[in-house]
């Protein structure tokens, strides 16, 4: 079997970590060599496969009083050393500065770099310093994998040429849940408290919900990432004197039985690339409005009106309208709720990662055609 090198800035709880630990365990399964590159331990990461290695690449500690063009440099050499020293049959970078760092330390080594894009291009693949480094290292790539067109569209035809749109695997604990036989009156949302995923308009548009249903709660579940979110939330709640029917609820590791007992599913981010807790909720049958998030991450998997409701972002009216329908027309919700479970049969992870499979595999036969 082949040799896989990821690679990505650390394991800390985040989409595109859910993703590489996930992929990461499941080759190894496959009895894959698996290497996991990082810059960085986090205090609270997703776990490996003990099978799995993890090789830190990062700056050491003699490093730390150096400056910043310096760090640069010493990421990529000490990245590029283990490149060398392991040399692995493809390395997949996944992230911003990581598919910068991995295709920069490649520079003259026979191994494929395959990049990720995993959120919006548009604030994250725009800036002056992108439209340097993109021309000159993206051409470098042996491929790119997406998670939507509008993510790909946005690249240059050369990249989208050599590319692929994969989903991102969902753990199968996710998958076959039973239905509740009852629904709790209750609102949830799953993800970190930060601010793109827009939790205060979602509280917004709760309260034109609870006065009409003054029955139902809200619980938000997911850890702070300290940007500020978590404040900015608690000080809603207190205005509002809300506390006794919208509760921050903190990381859990049990949705899979926490959030089929609620009646609706709300997603409220203003830009994702493909939301895992939206894709986690899909999978657990519940009824679901969602923001028509850019790059299309939302609209990719949900047809609206089929497996569930999608509304403009940051329009909290909206959001409250979307939420009312479902609680007012049960039979309406728990349809969405059994054609989103479908996309499990998709998200999988013997599906996803036979995707990923059949993709590296052309990409390390390809290059081995080629030297």
Known sequence: MHKIMFHLNSLEQGGAERVVSNLANQFVRENYEVLVTTQWQGEDEFQLDHRVRRIHVGLKEQDEGKNRIAKVLLRIKYLRKCIKDENPDIVIAFAHKANYRALTAAIGMKVPVVISIRTDPIGHYDSLLDKIQIPLLF?????????TEGQRDFFPEYLQKKSRIILNPVNDKYINVSKPETREKTV????????????????????????????????IYGPDSFDGTKEILEGIIKENHAESFIHLMGGSDELEKQLPKASVYAFSSDW???????????????????????????????????????????????????????????????????????????????????EWRDYIEEIISKNSEGQ
């Open 188 to 219: 949830v949302q799953s993800g970190r408290l930060v601010d793109f995923k827009n939790q205060p308009m979602l509280l917004q548009a709760f309260f034109q919900v609870h006065e009409k249903h003054p029955e139902y709660d809200l619980k």
């Open 139 to 147: 051409p470098r790539a042996a491929g790119c994998v997406f998670q």
């Open 272 to 354: 994702e690339g493909m939301p895992n807790a939206l894709l986690e909720a899909m999978a657990l049958g519940m009824p679901i409005v969602a923001t028509d998030c850019p790059c299309g991450g939302p609209r990719t998997v949900i047809t609206d009106g089929v497996n569930g409701l999608l509304v403009p972002i940051k329009d909290e009216q909206a959001m409250a309208e979307g939420i009312n329908r479902l609680i007012e027309d049960r039979e309406l919700a728990e349809r969405l709720g059994e054609n989103a479970r479908k996309i499990g049969e998709k998200i999988n992870g013997v599906s996803i990662i036979a």
